[in-house]
């Protein structure tokens, strides 16, 4: 990490399909930077917000709310949108987890109902934080989240210093068509470790499986670091970041250590190649102190270096939680295997403007370019999905004047050549927000179903009747 190095990468631009049919012309529009200045930066041209889609709605008058997205790719073409459906907006007033499932027809995601997976309770408790992962292998989904002691705060744990949540898990082996029953992991994982802990909690948002077939769920912990006379001090809880990890395909779980020195909270992890060094698994945490922290670790999350900060990508006031993935680097990219794509609010006072950041040059923080904004206005937590041949998803919380007003999803794609047309010239990479109405770009609904069988083709093509 270089925490001192300053941002000397030329500015990526960004090319924008208008959503209306019939086609218009490419677009082609300078970034917003949001650097320094607790004001909202007019954009340099015509307002263009990308096509996106609504698939949680908060109820009028501020009644049943929904928030903490977690999206999941299942390949070849299904998405998975999670979510927590609350009575309020409030964390104590969960309820359970919801889910939309997305199949991808070229540029189009069909999306079906909100489903409710008011089954995946524990008596007396609210489900939270849905951390989805896959397992490639027996094709199997595996849907962590915490079960919380109705009404009881995560302010009220820290302070009694007992945590209230257990650590849960059900799979689903048809792409979130059915689930099994939640498995409470908390005693096989945590063990012993337990009552140093006030509380805990996964993601939120997705975990991932590792080149070695290890699967990872980000998760932080809030540790008790003092006690006087057995009364904790809760000056002296504070929150790390660490993984819990299996390395046979689900059946047992296990967690790492918690990452030492500063503070480290809501986390995600992304594996990257790094030359020499070999493979590493990146860690991006959620801290107090204004900028991200990121950390390294050379044992696929066993162990994590010191975390430091990432001045390059900036918090607001009150933090928020962002999202992180890797991807193979485009031919011709010099010294690095893997980009890693960013999403979280760029306004450095208040949570808004949804920013994508790329980093050509992990885990170097130089290597961050300017972020392209996905979603002018309030936005909150966030989750990216990495798909095949450079394309992604993204489940963000957005909303008019509250980022509790909505769960969005936007379809997007990354090159590194913004056109010959472009008016403004750099080497930076491309964001291009894919319009559902393009269908003849791209995969063709009979290339999404090409790595199907014939069972999961004609499954894929009533899904959603």
């Known amino acids: 990490m270089k925490g001192g190095a300053t941002r000397s990468q030329p500015h ?44 949680f709605r908060q109820e009028a008058g ?42 991808r027809r070229g540029q189009e995601v069909e999306w079906g109902p909100v489903e409710e997976l008011s089954g995946l309770v524990l008596p007396g408790r609210r489900t939270m934080n849905p951390c989805p992962v896959f397992e490639a292998s027996s094709g199997v989904v595996f849907l962590f989240c915490i079960c919380v002691e109705r009404r009881v705060t995560e302010r009220h744990q820290i302070l009694a210093g007992r945590s209230a949540a257990r650590l849960c898990c059900s799979t689903s082996r048809d792409r979130g068509r059915s689930w099994s029953a939640l498995r409470d992991l908390t005693d ?35 540790y008790v670091h003092w006690r006087l006379c057995g009364v904790p001090l809760p000056c002296w809880t504070r929150p790390h970041s660490f993984i819990f990890y299996s390395d046979d395909s689900g059946r047992s779980w296990s967690k790492g250590s918690l990452l030492r020195g500063m503070e ?13 060094q070999g ?33 390059a990508l900036c918090e607001p006031l009150q933090g928020c939680q962002g999202s992180v993935v890797s991807f193979e680097a485009p031919d011709g990219a010099e010294n690095t295997q893997h980009w890693l794509l960013y999403s979280h609010p760029t306004d450095r006072w208040h949570r808004r403007d949804l920013g994508i950041y790329v980093n ?101 093509l009533v899904d959603f009747n």
């Not at 309820?95 to 939309?100: A, C, G, P, T």
């Open 188 to 222: 096989e994982a945590i063990g012993a470790d337990l009552p140093h802990w006030a509380t805990f909690a996964v993601g939120p948002g997705h975990g991932v499986q590792l080149a070695s077939g290890r699967l990872a769920v980000p998760a932080y912990a809030y």
């Open 360 to 460: 050509t040059a992990p885990p170097d923080e130089a290597g961050w370019r300017h972020p392209w904004v996905l979603q002018e206005g309030p936005c909150g937590y966030s989750d990216l999905a990495a798909c095949p041949k450079g394309v992604f998803g993204c489940l963000f919380e957005c909303g008019a004047t509250s980022a509790c007003e909505e769960i969005a999803f936007c379809l997007f794609a990354l090159s590194t050549d913004g056109g010959a047309d472009a008016p403004c010239h750099g080497d930076g990479p491309v964001l291009e927000v894919l319009s559902p109405r393009d269908g003849n770009d791209g995969e063709t609904s009979k290339e999404v179903f090409m790595g199907m069988t014939p069972q999961e083709e004609k499954r894929g």
């Open 62 to 103: 501020g009644g049943v709310t929904y928030r903490i997205p977690a999206l999941l790719h299942v390949p070849p073409a299904t998405f998975l949108a999670f979510a927590e459906k609350r009575s309020s907006a409030r964390d104590e007033d969960a309820e359970y987890l919801v889910l939309r499932r997305g199949l």
């Open 12 to 55: 990526p631009f960004t090319t924008i399909k208008p959503f209306p049919s019939p086609p218009a012309p490419l677009l082609h529009v300078c970034p917003q930077r949001l650097w320094g200045s607790g004001e909202h930066p007019q954009p340099s041209g015509p307002l263009l917000s990308p096509p996106k889609e609504t698939l």
């Open 279 to 311: 493979t590493v698994l990146y860690c991006s945490a959620r801290t107090s102190c204004r900028c991200r922290a990121v950390a390294l670790s050379t044992d696929r999350g066993l162990r994590f270096g010191l975390p430091a900060r990432c001045p």
């Open 264 to 276: 480290t909270g809501e986390c995600q992890v992304a594996e990257i190649g790094c030359g020499d």
